[in-house]
């Protein structure tokens, strides 16, 4: 067994800004502390749901984005709706080969996609990734069913313990808070500079009934441990794309 660290990056600053994905913008997933593009372990396009699988459109080198273009983009995301993208895997060491690509299943007018189906090559299903919120706790969760039919990993935004300290803490945090705003209205200060704190984010996706998880987000380190014997390569990466790109298309 082999475990992985890696990090979601993306190539440019529009997309993590805006939420619109001009022609050669792409995630890279490198390993954990290096930031080299040659040292990528995939490299993830962004194409139009209708585009066929194909070779690699991003660019060698990334465009710069301005103040005024960021505003501008955001300011039309606010009005108009932009369809989500399939996320293309490539292997890095031969760009024209595709590894899986995730396609997004219809959604509601407006609305995100709820499901996803993930492909090799060849267009044959690998998976299908789903989000949603637990009925009885509304946890946020994202479900992987494998094609093979074996049993599906779950990972839940938050763990047990992380919400447990959560609760314990949340009255201290209270207190800071109303500190915090009352030195800002004295100071006339910004508060979202005092204001740090937040809900569980790490998230571990296992299979029921087992402890060892497959794949695990620490949001502390925006990093990603991936196993390989528990999980697909191609499953894993595309859920750590997908679970990063989210994050984005929320704002």
């Known amino acids: 067994m082999a475990r992985t660290d890696f990090t979601v990056e993306v190539s440019g600053t529009s997309g993590s800004h805006a939420g619109l ?14 930031h080299r593009a040659e040292a990528a372990l995939t490299r993830v396009s962004l194409v139009k749901a209708d585009a066929p699988l194909g070779p690699a459109r991003w660019t060698a080198a990334a465009p710069q984005t301005t103040v005024a273009e960021v505003e501008q983009r955001t300011e039309t995301l606010g009005t108009e709706h932009e369809d ?66 074996s049993a599906p990993l779950t990972g839940h935004k938050g763990t047990l313990p992380g919400w447990l300290g959560f609760v314990l803490l949340l ?10 705003l009352l030195i800002t209205l004295v100071t006339l200060g910004d508060t979202t ?14 299979r029921r009934g087992e402890r060892r998880a497959a794949l695990d ?11 390989d014997e528990r999980l697909d390569r191609r499953v894993a990466f595309a859920q750590a794309t997908l ?3 989210a994050k984005y298309r929320a704002g």
């Open 243 to 245: 679970h990063q790109f």
């Open 21 to 34: 994905w001009p022609e050669g913008e792409c995630f890279i997933l490198l390993p954990d502390g290096e």
């Open 171 to 180: 009255p201290l945090w209270c207190v800071f808070f109303v500190v915090s």
């Open 84 to 149: 989500h993208p399939v996320l293309v895997l490539h292997d890095p060491a031969a760009l024209d080969e595709v590894w899986c690509a995730v396609r997004p299943e219809p959604a509601p007018a407006g609305g995100e996609p709820r499901r996803f189906t993930v492909v090799d090559g060849e267009e044959r299903p690998l998976c299908h990734i789903s989000r949603g919120r637990s009925a009885l706790t509304r946890r946020a969760y994202w479900r992987i069913d494998p094609a093979d039919g």
């Open 193 to 206: 500079e005092l204001i740090v704190w937040g809900c569980p984010r790490r998230t571990v996706w296992r």
């Open 217 to 227: 987000f620490r949001y502390l380190r925006v990093q990603y441990l991936w196993h």
